[in-house]
């Protein structure tokens, strides 16, 4: 009998400056389930009968007080926890003040050296941050 895996619909903000890509990620809460104190992706789960896109929409509104559009679909991910589906959207500089962090404790915009020295990444995530840098210049 096969266990029906979680479906997450995850959003990365991302910003190239200097040639470098920053992606933009939420300090969790300690309080958080799951992944307490660490670096995640904004997002969360698709409900039954939702597609990917729609909980992506729903979560951002939810998450940064944003009403998304133009994302882009990068890639769908199945982890150990589930099967991640990747959007991302490239934002100007203003980004931070356009958005209100609702969820976990802040944002963050976080480039390949900062992700490389930072202990609290989650585990399953780091195959898609190695994408995301390797294919977002």
């Known amino acids: 009998m096969s266990q029906i895996k979680r479906e997450v619909s995850l959003f990365v ?25 660490f670096f995640a992706f904004f997002g969360g789960g698709v409900d039954e009968g939702e597609s990917p896109e729609a909980a992506l929409v729903r979560e951002v ?12 679909f ?9 099967v991640k589906h ?7 500089d203003d980004f931070k003040n356009k958005i209100t962090v609702l969820e976990g404790e802040y944002g963050k915009f976080l ?3 900062d992700v490389a020295s930072e202990p609290k990444i989650i ?5 898609i941050l190695h994408d995301l840098f390797q294919k977002l210049y």
Do not use: C, W
Not at 19 to 30: A, I, P, T, Y
Not at 61 to 72: A, F, G, I, K, N
Not at 74 to 82: E, I, N, P, Q, S
Not at 86 to 91: F, G, I, P, Q, R
């Open 13 to 37: 903000p991302y910003q190239i400056n200097d040639g470098k890509v920053r992606l933009f990620m939420q300090k969790r809460d300690e309080k958080q389930e799951r992944s307490p104190g």
């Open 111 to 113: 480039n390949e050296k």
């Open 61 to 72: 509104r939810e998450e940064l007080d944003l009403d998304l559009v133009d994302h882009t």
């Open 74 to 82: 990068f890639g769908d991910y199945d982890t150990v926890a589930g």
């Open 123 to 127: 585990e399953h995530d780091k195959e």
């Open 86 to 92: 990747v959007y991302v959207l490239k934002v100007d």
